[in-house]
Nanobody, 123 residues
C-alpha cells in the first residue's frame, strides 16, 4: 500500500518561496489523485491543492496564483511549490492520496495521516 511521506518544510520570511515534497513510499502515485492539506495551530485541517491522476490541478482560493502542484516523471513524488508565502500560510502540511479525485477534496475523508512537515512564515 502506498504511504505518502511529506518533507521540505522550514521557516521562511514573508514573500519567500518553498517547495514541499510528498513521496510515495511502497509504490507510486500513478492512478492516484494526491491532495495537499494543512493544519494551523488551533484550526481544522483544510484542503490546499490537488493533483489529479491525469495531472489536472486544483487549488483552494486562498492559495490560487501562489501555489502550484506537480508530479515528477516517475510519479513517485508530488510537489507543492509555494510562492509569495504569507504568515497565514504557517501550518503543518500533509499529503494524502486516493483513486477518487473527489475524495481528496476534503481532509475529513481521511482517517490516517503522516507526520506532516512544518512550514513557518514569519519575519
Amino acid at each position: 500500500q502506498v504511504q505518502p511521506v511529506e518533507s521540505g518544510g522550514k521557516w521562511v520570511q514573508p514573500g519567500g518561496s518553498l517547495r514541499l515534497s510528498c513521496t510515495a513510499s511502497g509504490g507510486t502515485f500513478n492512478g492516484y489523485a494526491v491532495g495537499w492539506f494543512r493544519q494551523a495551530a488551533g484550526s481544522e485541517r483544510e484542503f490546499v491543492a490537488a493533483s489529479a491522476a491525469d495531472q489536472r490541478q486544483y487549488y483552494d482560493n486562498a492559495v490560487k496564483g501562489r501555489f502550484s502542484v506537480s508530479r515528477d516523471a516517475g510519479e513517485n513524488t508530488v510537489y507543492l511549490q509555494m510562492n509569495d508565502l504569507r504568515p497565514e500560510d504557517t501550518a503543518v502540511y500533509y499529503c494524502n492520496q486516493h483513486t477518487n479525485l473527489l475524495w481528496v477534496a476534503s481532509a475529513t475523508n481521511f482517517d490516517s495521516w503522516g507526520q506532516g512537515t512544518q512550514v513557518t512564515v514569519s519575519s
